[in-house]
């Protein structure tokens, strides 16, 4: 099946040079990105995918860092001084030596990743972590409208409800069937195809985006 081009960053400072700046990023599918000995010094990740990415020795000070998936992502040696973190999902990690003094975390979820050498980490507001993974309630009409989205090539290639052909992204369903009545979720996925998906690079996003259709559609 076709899928999307994958925007993945490679972005390494040498040594004698300048650090690279890793830009403000929106809704985008980063997935094996490669960051190494850089700065996100005050800028602004929203909607950005970094399944599977490497970061090592990157500053991310004073970053805004929301609605992010970070899933298999290996943060090595950074610095997260002051950032804020909101609406993000942290799947199987791996943080070595990260200093996250004065950062904020709220409305986030972690998931089956030590958090042993994250120094100085605290959490605010409804912060949730899970040492395993979540498993969701796969009813009959759920399953119907899973398959019917697997024709999809965006939520297919962004792997948010569907890790391959014969598994079923859970941790999103599970968080997915904990904001909608059970009921209502597949009408809500069979709707997603009325609405562009390109833009839908995140679980935050999803999730977004099928309140927006609870909000207009009488289902």
Not at 100 to 119: D, P, R
Not at 130 to 151: D, R
Request: net charge positive.
């Amino acid at each position: 099946m076709p899928t999307n081009k994958i925007d993945r960053i490679n972005l390494i400072t040498y040594k004698c040079q300048k650090k690279k700046l890793l830009k403000s990023e929106r809704c985008r599918y980063l997935a094996k990105s490669h960051v190494v000995n850089c700065t996100a010094k005050n800028q602004n990740l929203i909607y950005a995918n970094f399944r599977g990415s490497i970061f090592k020795k990157v500053k991310f000070q004073n970053c805004k860092i929301s609605g992010c998936d970070f899933w298999g992502t290996t943060f090595n040696d950074c610095d997260f001084t002051g950032a804020e973190i909101s609406d993000c999902v942290f799947m199987a990690c791996k943080f070595k030596n990260c200093d996250f003094s004065g950062a904020t975390i709220k409305y986030t979820v972690i998931v089956n990743t030590s958090l042993a050498e994250c120094n100085n980490m605290t959490f605010s507001e409804k912060t949730e972590v899970y040492n395993n993974y979540p498993k969701s309630v796969l009813t009959e009409e759920l399953i119907a409208a899973l398959e019917h989205l697997k024709t999809n090539k965006n939520l297919r290639t962004y792997k948010l409800l569907h890790i391959s052909d014969k598994k079923y992204n859970e941790l999103n369903l599970y968080l997915l069937q904990r904001r909608f009545p059970r009921k209502v979720l597949p009408k809500l996925l069979l709707e997603l195809p009325n609405h562009s998906t390109k833009n839908i690079t995140t679980y935050k996003r999803l999730e977004r985006q099928l309140k927006s259709i609870e909000k207009e559609s009488i289902i």
